[in-house]
Protein backbone atom coordinates (compact mmCIF):
# COMPACT_ATOMS: atom_id res chain seq x y z
CA UNK A 1 0.00 0.00 0.00
CA UNK A 2 1.48 3.20 -1.18
CA UNK A 3 1.54 5.81 1.88
CA UNK A 4 2.58 8.87 0.50
CA UNK A 5 -1.29 10.20 0.31
CA UNK A 6 -2.03 8.70 3.31
CA UNK A 7 -2.48 10.38 6.73
CA UNK A 8 -0.25 10.05 9.39
CA UNK A 9 -1.88 9.32 12.76
CA UNK A 10 -1.84 10.87 16.03
CA UNK A 11 -1.61 9.34 19.44
CA UNK A 12 0.78 6.13 19.23
CA UNK A 13 4.46 5.55 20.03
CA UNK A 14 6.83 2.48 18.90
CA UNK A 15 7.77 -0.01 20.95
CA UNK A 16 10.11 -3.39 20.11
CA UNK A 17 10.48 -4.73 16.70
CA UNK A 18 8.95 -2.54 14.87
CA UNK A 19 5.54 -2.63 16.69
CA UNK A 20 3.76 0.72 17.62
CA UNK A 21 1.53 0.94 20.74
CA UNK A 22 -1.60 2.85 19.80
CA UNK A 23 -2.68 5.14 22.69
CA UNK A 24 -6.20 6.68 20.93
CA UNK A 25 -8.34 4.42 23.20
CA UNK A 26 -8.28 2.23 26.15
CA UNK A 27 -7.78 -1.06 23.96
CA UNK A 28 -3.83 0.22 23.64
CA UNK A 29 -3.23 -2.25 20.79
CA UNK A 30 0.15 -3.35 20.17
CA UNK A 31 0.07 -3.44 16.51
CA UNK A 32 2.58 -5.36 14.16
CA UNK A 33 4.33 -4.02 11.44
CA UNK A 34 1.96 -4.24 8.13
CA UNK A 35 -0.82 -5.02 10.83
CA UNK A 36 -3.78 -3.06 11.73
CA UNK A 37 -5.54 -2.39 15.25
CA UNK A 38 -8.43 -3.80 16.35
CA UNK A 39 -10.34 -1.09 14.65
CA UNK A 40 -9.62 -2.33 10.80
CA UNK A 41 -8.64 1.33 9.94
CA UNK A 42 -5.11 1.92 12.20
CA UNK A 43 -2.81 -0.04 10.62
CA UNK A 44 0.93 -0.22 11.08
CA UNK A 45 3.16 0.41 7.70
CA UNK A 46 6.81 0.30 7.94
CA UNK A 47 6.66 1.56 11.34
CA UNK A 48 4.61 4.08 11.36
CA UNK A 49 1.12 4.19 12.33
CA UNK A 50 -1.26 5.71 9.47
CA UNK A 51 -5.35 6.52 9.73
CA UNK A 52 -6.61 4.47 6.98
CA UNK A 53 -10.22 5.95 7.44
CA UNK A 54 -9.08 9.80 6.89
CA UNK A 55 -11.10 11.44 3.89
CA UNK A 56 -12.68 8.07 3.11
CA UNK A 57 -16.15 8.21 4.41
CA UNK A 58 -18.50 5.33 4.19
CA UNK A 59 -21.20 7.87 2.54
CA UNK A 60 -23.49 10.79 3.78
CA UNK A 61 -26.96 11.00 4.62
CA UNK A 62 -29.45 14.13 6.19
CA UNK A 63 -30.85 12.89 9.11
CA UNK A 64 -33.48 14.46 11.72
CA UNK A 65 -31.42 15.31 14.46
CA UNK A 66 -33.75 13.48 16.79
CA UNK A 67 -32.27 10.24 15.14
CA UNK A 68 -29.06 10.49 16.90
CA UNK A 69 -30.68 10.76 19.39
CA UNK A 70 -30.62 14.28 20.53
CA UNK A 71 -33.86 15.73 21.84
CA UNK A 72 -32.66 18.82 23.59
CA UNK A 73 -29.65 20.50 20.62
CA UNK A 74 -31.13 22.21 17.70
CA UNK A 75 -34.46 20.36 18.04
CA UNK A 76 -36.56 19.83 14.16
CA UNK A 77 -33.10 20.44 12.63
CA UNK A 78 -31.36 18.38 10.20
CA UNK A 79 -27.69 16.91 10.52
CA UNK A 80 -25.11 15.97 7.65
CA UNK A 81 -24.18 12.71 8.84
CA UNK A 82 -21.28 10.20 8.43
CA UNK A 83 -18.78 7.54 9.11
CA UNK A 84 -16.37 5.37 8.64
CA UNK A 85 -15.37 1.43 8.29
CA UNK A 86 -14.26 0.04 11.60
CA UNK A 87 -14.62 0.27 15.36
CA UNK A 88 -12.81 -0.09 18.25
CA UNK A 89 -15.68 -2.29 20.07
CA UNK A 90 -16.55 -5.78 19.64
CA UNK A 91 -20.42 -5.30 20.40
CA UNK A 92 -22.32 -8.08 19.26
CA UNK A 93 -25.54 -6.68 19.10
CA UNK A 94 -24.23 -4.03 17.23
CA UNK A 95 -27.07 -2.48 14.63
CA UNK A 96 -24.51 -1.19 12.23
CA UNK A 97 -22.02 -4.43 11.83
CA UNK A 98 -22.13 -4.11 7.44
CA UNK A 99 -19.99 -0.64 8.21
CA UNK A 100 -18.34 -0.97 11.95
CA UNK A 101 -17.68 -4.51 11.25
CA UNK A 102 -15.98 -3.88 7.86
CA UNK A 103 -12.08 -3.29 6.61
CA UNK A 104 -11.82 -0.27 4.57
CA UNK A 105 -11.40 -1.81 0.73
CA UNK A 106 -14.29 -3.63 1.70
CA UNK A 107 -16.39 -0.97 1.93
CA UNK A 108 -17.46 1.46 -1.14
CA UNK A 109 -15.89 4.44 0.21
CA UNK A 110 -16.22 8.00 -0.99
CA UNK A 111 -13.35 10.54 -1.17
CA UNK A 112 -13.77 13.34 1.05
CA UNK A 113 -11.21 15.96 2.34
CA UNK A 114 -12.57 17.82 5.59
CA UNK A 115 -13.33 20.80 3.53
CA UNK A 116 -15.30 18.52 0.91
CA UNK A 117 -17.51 17.44 4.20
CA UNK A 118 -18.25 21.26 5.17
CA UNK A 119 -18.88 22.35 2.08
CA UNK A 120 -21.40 19.73 1.55
CA UNK A 121 -22.67 20.27 4.85
CA UNK A 122 -23.43 24.36 3.90
CA UNK A 123 -24.63 22.78 0.18
CA UNK A 124 -27.66 21.07 1.99
CA UNK A 125 -27.89 23.69 4.81
CA UNK A 126 -27.77 21.42 7.91
CA UNK A 127 -26.94 23.28 11.50
CA UNK A 128 -24.35 20.37 11.92
CA UNK A 129 -22.43 17.09 10.97
CA UNK A 130 -22.81 14.32 13.15
CA UNK A 131 -19.99 11.57 13.14
CA UNK A 132 -21.73 8.65 13.46
CA UNK A 133 -22.52 4.74 12.50
CA UNK A 134 -19.40 3.57 13.28
CA UNK A 135 -17.61 5.09 16.70
CA UNK A 136 -15.89 8.49 15.11
CA UNK A 137 -13.00 7.90 18.34
CA UNK A 138 -11.31 5.74 15.51
CA UNK A 139 -11.16 8.53 12.72
CA UNK A 140 -10.31 11.48 15.43
CA UNK A 141 -7.93 13.26 13.24
CA UNK A 142 -10.55 13.30 10.69
CA UNK A 143 -13.11 14.54 12.95
CA UNK A 144 -10.76 17.27 14.47
CA UNK A 145 -9.84 18.61 11.11
CA UNK A 146 -13.51 18.89 9.82
CA UNK A 147 -14.83 20.10 12.84
CA UNK A 148 -12.34 22.65 13.18
CA UNK A 149 -13.37 23.80 9.82
CA UNK A 150 -16.87 23.63 10.54
CA UNK A 151 -16.87 25.61 13.95
CA UNK A 152 -14.98 28.67 11.17
CA UNK A 153 -18.07 28.56 8.94
CA UNK A 154 -20.99 28.45 12.48
CA UNK A 155 -21.53 24.90 12.00
CA UNK A 156 -21.58 22.93 14.58
CA UNK A 157 -20.26 19.22 14.97
CA UNK A 158 -21.75 15.89 16.58
CA UNK A 159 -20.00 12.91 18.05
CA UNK A 160 -22.20 9.50 18.21
CA UNK A 161 -20.18 7.47 20.26
CA UNK A 162 -19.58 4.63 22.79
CA UNK A 163 -17.41 7.05 24.86
CA UNK A 164 -14.31 4.46 24.64
CA UNK A 165 -11.44 7.18 23.93
CA UNK A 166 -7.83 7.57 25.90
CA UNK A 167 -7.93 10.09 28.79
CA UNK A 168 -5.42 12.26 26.47
CA UNK A 169 -6.64 11.85 23.38
CA UNK A 170 -10.01 12.49 24.26
CA UNK A 171 -8.84 16.46 24.75
CA UNK A 172 -8.13 16.78 21.31
CA UNK A 173 -10.56 14.79 19.39
CA UNK A 174 -13.47 16.90 21.32
CA UNK A 175 -11.75 20.19 21.19
CA UNK A 176 -14.26 21.81 18.89
CA UNK A 177 -17.11 19.58 19.19
CA UNK A 178 -20.60 20.95 20.27
CA UNK A 179 -22.67 18.17 21.03
CA UNK A 180 -22.69 14.01 21.79
CA UNK A 181 -24.63 11.25 22.28
CA UNK A 182 -23.08 8.37 24.53
CA UNK A 183 -24.11 5.22 24.21
CA UNK A 184 -24.19 3.82 28.05
CA UNK A 185 -24.40 0.20 26.61
CA UNK A 186 -25.17 -1.47 29.91
CA UNK A 187 -24.65 -1.02 33.36
CA UNK A 188 -21.95 -3.98 34.75
CA UNK A 189 -18.56 -4.71 33.73
CA UNK A 190 -20.03 -8.14 32.79
CA UNK A 191 -21.91 -6.73 29.91
CA UNK A 192 -19.29 -4.79 28.64
CA UNK A 193 -16.61 -7.29 29.35
CA UNK A 194 -19.18 -10.39 27.53
CA UNK A 195 -20.57 -8.33 24.57
CA UNK A 196 -18.75 -5.10 23.60
CA UNK A 197 -15.42 -6.32 24.71
CA UNK A 198 -14.70 -3.27 26.39
CA UNK A 199 -15.12 -1.90 29.88
CA UNK A 200 -17.76 0.00 31.82
CA UNK A 201 -15.38 2.37 33.99
CA UNK A 202 -13.94 3.80 30.66
CA UNK A 203 -16.83 5.23 29.46
CA UNK A 204 -18.14 6.49 32.92
CA UNK A 205 -14.71 8.45 33.31
CA UNK A 206 -15.71 10.02 29.51
CA UNK A 207 -19.12 11.17 30.65
CA UNK A 208 -17.83 12.71 33.96
CA UNK A 209 -15.48 14.37 32.08
CA UNK A 210 -17.67 15.38 29.44
CA UNK A 211 -19.49 17.16 32.54
CA UNK A 212 -16.80 18.17 34.57
CA UNK A 213 -14.58 19.41 32.17
CA UNK A 214 -16.23 20.68 28.79
CA UNK A 215 -19.07 22.62 27.65
CA UNK A 216 -20.18 19.95 25.39
CA UNK A 217 -23.63 19.20 25.29
CA UNK A 218 -24.42 15.76 26.03
CA UNK A 219 -26.81 13.14 26.46
CA UNK A 220 -27.24 9.32 27.05
CA UNK A 221 -28.52 6.44 25.14
CA UNK A 222 -29.17 2.59 26.52
CA UNK A 223 -29.85 -0.14 23.93
CA UNK A 224 -31.74 -2.53 26.46
CA UNK A 225 -31.25 -6.02 25.52
CA UNK A 226 -33.63 -8.49 26.78
CA UNK A 227 -32.25 -10.51 29.58
CA UNK A 228 -28.76 -8.93 28.98
CA UNK A 229 -29.48 -5.14 30.43
CA UNK A 230 -32.85 -4.74 30.92
CA UNK A 231 -33.48 -5.51 34.36
CA UNK A 232 -34.99 -3.31 36.75
CA UNK A 233 -32.21 -3.28 39.58
CA UNK A 234 -29.53 -2.26 36.47
CA UNK A 235 -31.44 0.55 34.94
CA UNK A 236 -31.83 1.85 38.43
CA UNK A 237 -28.43 1.66 39.21
CA UNK A 238 -28.01 3.31 36.21
CA UNK A 239 -30.13 6.25 36.68
CA UNK A 240 -28.92 6.70 40.34
CA UNK A 241 -25.72 6.36 39.10
CA UNK A 242 -26.27 9.41 36.32
CA UNK A 243 -27.86 11.40 38.95
CA UNK A 244 -25.25 11.44 41.64
CA UNK A 245 -22.06 11.88 38.70
CA UNK A 246 -23.73 13.87 36.47
CA UNK A 247 -26.99 15.55 37.26
CA UNK A 248 -30.34 15.62 36.94
CA UNK A 249 -30.82 17.74 33.68
CA UNK A 250 -28.95 15.13 31.42
CA UNK A 251 -30.94 13.57 29.00
CA UNK A 252 -31.21 9.57 29.52
CA UNK A 253 -32.88 7.73 26.13
CA UNK A 254 -33.86 4.21 25.87
CA UNK A 255 -34.19 2.31 23.22
CA UNK A 256 -35.30 -0.79 21.67
CA UNK A 257 -33.18 -3.65 20.59
CA UNK A 258 -33.90 -5.60 17.31
CA UNK A 259 -32.02 -9.00 16.48
CA UNK A 260 -28.65 -8.15 14.46
CA UNK A 261 -25.65 -9.14 13.95
CA UNK A 262 -24.57 -12.11 16.44
CA UNK A 263 -27.35 -11.69 18.41
CA UNK A 264 -29.93 -13.19 15.88
CA UNK A 265 -31.13 -15.22 18.56
CA UNK A 266 -32.85 -12.61 20.83
CA UNK A 267 -36.53 -10.82 21.11
CA UNK A 268 -37.09 -7.36 19.99
CA UNK A 269 -37.49 -5.27 22.93
CA UNK A 270 -40.49 -5.28 24.31
CA UNK A 271 -42.01 -1.50 24.29
CA UNK A 272 -43.58 -1.92 27.88
CA UNK A 273 -39.89 -2.42 28.77
CA UNK A 274 -39.05 0.48 27.94
CA UNK A 275 -42.00 2.56 29.56
CA UNK A 276 -40.72 1.03 32.55
CA UNK A 277 -37.89 2.19 32.55
CA UNK A 278 -38.62 5.61 31.70
CA UNK A 279 -40.79 5.54 34.52
CA UNK A 280 -37.67 4.10 37.07
CA UNK A 281 -35.62 7.15 35.61
CA UNK A 282 -38.05 10.38 35.88
CA UNK A 283 -38.99 8.33 40.03
CA UNK A 284 -34.94 8.56 40.40
CA UNK A 285 -35.36 12.28 39.51
CA UNK A 286 -34.09 12.51 35.71
CA UNK A 287 -35.74 15.23 34.56
CA UNK A 288 -35.57 14.56 30.63
CA UNK A 289 -36.09 10.60 30.01
CA UNK A 290 -37.06 9.25 26.33
CA UNK A 291 -37.76 5.93 24.56
CA UNK A 292 -36.58 5.26 21.71
CA UNK A 293 -37.28 3.01 18.33
CA UNK A 294 -40.58 2.17 19.10
CA UNK A 295 -43.46 4.27 18.25
CA UNK A 296 -44.56 6.25 21.67
CA UNK A 297 -45.50 9.81 21.28
CA UNK A 298 -45.32 10.33 24.98
CA UNK A 299 -41.83 8.95 25.78
CA UNK A 300 -40.59 10.98 22.88
CA UNK A 301 -42.16 14.21 24.00
CA UNK A 302 -40.08 17.04 25.98
CA UNK A 303 -42.16 17.75 29.61
CA UNK A 304 -41.48 20.95 31.44
CA UNK A 305 -39.87 18.82 34.46
CA UNK A 306 -41.95 21.28 37.06
CA UNK A 307 -45.40 21.94 35.63
CA UNK A 308 -45.11 18.82 32.74
CA UNK A 309 -46.37 20.88 29.84
CA UNK A 310 -45.68 19.39 26.65
CA UNK A 311 -42.84 21.80 25.17
CA UNK A 312 -41.78 19.37 22.52
CA UNK A 313 -43.86 17.31 21.16
CA UNK A 314 -42.62 14.50 18.60
CA UNK A 315 -44.04 11.58 16.66
CA UNK A 316 -40.96 9.59 15.54
CA UNK A 317 -38.19 11.67 14.62
CA UNK A 318 -40.65 14.14 13.75
CA UNK A 319 -41.24 17.61 15.75
CA UNK A 320 -45.23 18.75 16.11
CA UNK A 321 -44.33 21.74 17.60
CA UNK A 322 -41.52 23.49 20.04
CA UNK A 323 -43.22 25.83 22.40
CA UNK A 324 -39.45 26.35 24.49
CA UNK A 325 -38.70 29.99 24.04
CA UNK A 326 -34.62 30.92 25.24
CA UNK A 327 -34.76 28.27 27.12
CA UNK A 328 -37.77 29.01 29.78
CA UNK A 329 -41.23 27.30 29.61
CA UNK A 330 -43.91 29.64 29.08
CA UNK A 331 -46.27 28.71 31.29
CA UNK A 332 -43.91 28.63 34.14
CA UNK A 333 -40.84 29.82 33.57
CA UNK A 334 -39.00 26.89 34.03
CA UNK A 335 -35.35 26.83 32.47
CA UNK A 336 -34.91 23.92 30.15
CA UNK A 337 -31.64 22.25 29.63
CA UNK A 338 -30.27 22.36 26.08
CA UNK A 339 -29.46 23.97 22.93
CA UNK A 340 -32.24 25.20 21.54
Not at 111 to 122: M, N, Q, R, S, Y
Request: charged content about 25%; proline content about 4%; hydrophobic content about 35%.
Amino acid sequence: MKTEALKIADWWEKTDNNRILCTLCPRYCKIGDGQPGFCYIRQNLGGVLYSLGYGHPSGFAIDPIEKKPLSHFLPGSKVLSFGTAGCNLGCRFCQNWSISKAKLDEMNAVEAGPEDVVALAKRYRTPSIAYTYNDPTIFGEYVIDISRIAREEGIKSVMVTAGYIDKKARKDVYKYIDAANVDLKGFTERFYHKLTYSHLDDVLDTLCWLKNETDIWFEITTLLIPGENDGEEEIKNECDWVINNLGDSVPLHFTAFHPDFKMLDKERTPEQTLVRAREIGMVAGIKYCYVGNVHNVEGQTTYCPNCRTELIKRDWHSVKFNKIVENICPRCGEHIHGIF
